[in-house]
């Protein structure tokens, strides 16, 4: 699709720094407070953040079938009432309004500095009001390493995951935005297969690095979104890190799979990189054999080739990087994801989040995770200071980052980190 905000050409008045993750071509939204402020919706370019409540006040983004009250809202959800055609036309006007040659805001200097914030001055909220959360299993390598790992390589792939993208409906609750601090979970665990269950902090917290992408307001109960129409429904992407207390998790899945080793904590990048500005980046989706029901089947290609890392930072703020993989190592497509979510009449809404499940590649150093990446606890990672990592420690600061690139133009997520806070002392 070719979109003119998406232009490589396209320069702004507003100074990008080289490499940056939010050239004029992004423009990615979010939820942000400043200057003692209320949280109000806003797009970022370089280290520059718009309040988009100044511009609409200021009548800039009128004709968009936006209702200008939905740009004083904390939260994205009321904006998005437009649907993607709606939010389309508003990264088209930022767009323009934010190009070299347009005068509007660049030469009105009241407005301009009462709309462009520094980065660093802004307090980033989470980007919407999260109704549901889901979360998929839809990288191939990850279900063959863990079902390596608990089973055997013969049978490592369960027999219905090459039929359907398998998922599990996780909690919206504690999802929190990039920088909040997550407290090491307490639970139940063994220690040794045979062993008696023993309770306190978890002994193998982990990280899932994963991509989530956000719903506008989809099907009517008892209706369904097919694979044609599905991105449709996709405000954008973030960066999703699924926390996991592994030794909690392989405890309490059987028969009905993840819950306290998982909803303790999920976090997410603050911006949302649209659809639309991945659109340069979409990649051909892996041949599927044996081949999928009909309701599954698509056309086109429905992956987009995404950067990703994984690195954890020490108390002393240096870091490590863990894992280099690609949001395109999925067997299934955010399309069929939703397609399938739907098959059976489930309703989506604004502000649902369906994260991808942890995205494993080919490499060991491509793997999503610590139980994979050190393989169960195995092959200790070693730090930039010499100490090793089976998972992680209390002090751990884990930090996702992932862009898209080399087509003339960088668009990235920015970052998705969170540090790990002892165990509060059960009393
Ligand atoms: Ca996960």
Known sequence: MTLPANDPALRSWVPVPDGSDFPIQNLPLGAGSWNGGPPVPMTRIGDRAVDLSVLAEA????????????????????????GRPGVRALRERLSTLLRHDNAVLRDDNDLREEALVAVDQVVMQLPVAVGDYTDFYSSRQHAYNVGCMFRDPANALLPNWLHLPVGYHGRASSIVVSGTPIRRPMGQYRSAPDAPPAFGPTRQLDMELEVAFITFDGNALGERIGTDRSEDHILGLVLFNDWSARDIQAWEYVPLG?????????????????????????????????PVLPYLRQQG?????????AAIATADGRETVICRTNFSNQYWSMAQQLAHHTVNGCNVRCGDVMAS????????ESFGSLLELTWKGTRPLTLHDGTTRKFLEDGDTLVMRGHAGGRGVRIGFGEVR??????????
């Open 59 to 82: 009548g800039l983004l009128d004709g968009l079938g936006i209702d200008r009250t939905a740009f004083d809202a904390p939260v994205l959800n009321p904006l998005m009432a437009a």
């Open 258 to 290: 993840p819950f306290l080793g998982k909803n303790f904590g999920s976090s997410m990048s603050p911006w949302v990189v649209l659809l639309d500005a991945l659109e340069p980046f979409r990649t051909a989706s892996p041949e599927q054999d044996p």
């Open 301 to 309: 290609p429905h992956h987009f080739d995404i950067a990703l890392e």
């Open 357 to 364: 499940g942890t995205i494993s590649g080919g490499s060991p």
């Open 418 to 427: 969170g540090t790990v806070l002892p165990a509060l002392p059960y009393l």
